[in-house]
């Protein structure tokens, strides 16, 4: 999305808000990664934008040695706090492509909802050199979906965004849709140009739901609602609010997580 560009220091704003409100992985799909690849205390393993931790816990619960690369020092603190008994747990500070790291090394690299901030080329490249032979890459992200069991709330947030978010930004209007599984293909077929194998692909699914208070929340911590000038954000956060109010006083979110497999041959 272009609106996001050059927005990842935005999160590192909101770091305690982030790692309360948003949300981990589904249990299935550590499984998949791990029926996949073998991880256990002989592995060494880097996650790519760790943020607050939302994907870490069951990685380190193998005994790995992890390493985690984020761009905000706050998550970075907040990381290194939240993880500490584990000692084999180490945080670098920085953009994942500003990092050298040694090829031939790691039995597992992983990002979840952060290597869409990597330039692709550069990302590919970096995670093929420095995986093992065997090795496998493990890219996986949430893909939420606005309350399709409320169609009057949400054709009155979809105004909302037409008048605070689309003019703000200068956009032409877009139609929301749900995350499809031809999406989730043509995002694991990326690997292949770099020289990935074993190329696999999984969706799993969930819902959320939030009162009124606690959707504002969630919206703040996302990139381009934080980008958003204070008075307009304060508006617009503050009618988002009333709306849900008005049309039932809960707000559900319907989650399509993808998760994107490959090996280095």
Not at 41 to 46: A, H, L, M, Q
Not at 91 to 108: A, G, Q, R
Not at 145 to 165: A, F, T
Not at 180 to 198: C, H, L, M, N, P
Request: hydrophobic fraction near 35%; charged fraction near 25%; proline fraction near 3%.
């Amino acid at each position: 999305m272009p609106i996001m560009n050059g927005l990842e220091w935005t999160f590192d704003t909101v770091s305690a808000k982030y790692e309360k409100l948003r949300p981990g992985y589904t249990e299935e799909l550590y499984k998949k990664i791990f029926d996949y690849i073998t991880i256990d205390r002989s592995s060494d393993v880097v996650e790519v934008g760790i943020g607050g931790g939302q994907a870490t816990l069951p990685i380190l619960k193998t005994g790995c040695a992890l390493t985690a690369i984020e761009y905000g020092e706050n998550f970075s603190k907040l990381c290194e706090e939240k993880f500490k008994e584990y000692k084999r747990f180490s945080v670098i500070t920085n953009k994942f492509e500003n990092v050298s790291f040694p090829d031939c090394k790691y039995d597992l690299v992983y990002s979840a909802s952060a290597f869409h901030w990597v330039p692709e080329d550069i990302g590919y490249s970096k995670v093929y050199a420095m995986l093992k032979s065997g090795g496998a890459f493990a890219r996986f992200a949430n893909h939420p979906y606005r309350d399709k069991g409320n169609l009057v709330l949400s054709d009155e947030i979809d105004k909302l965004y037409s008048k605070y978010y689309y003019n703000y930004y200068g956009i032409d209007i877009k139609s929301e849709k749900e995350y499809s599984e031809a999406q989730a293909v043509r995002s694991a077929q990326i690997a292949e140009k770099y020289g990935f194998t074993d190329i696999r692909h999984a969706l799993f699914y969930r819902t959320r739901t939030f009162s009124a208070k606690e959707y504002i929340e969630l919206l703040g911590t996302y990139s381009d609602h934080i980008a958003i000038e204070e008075t307009i954000r304060t508006e617009f956060f503050s009618k988002i609010e009333e709306a849900i109010h008005q049309y039932g006083g809960s707000f559900t979110l319907y989650d399509t997580i993808d998760l994107q497999l490959a090996r280095k041959p």
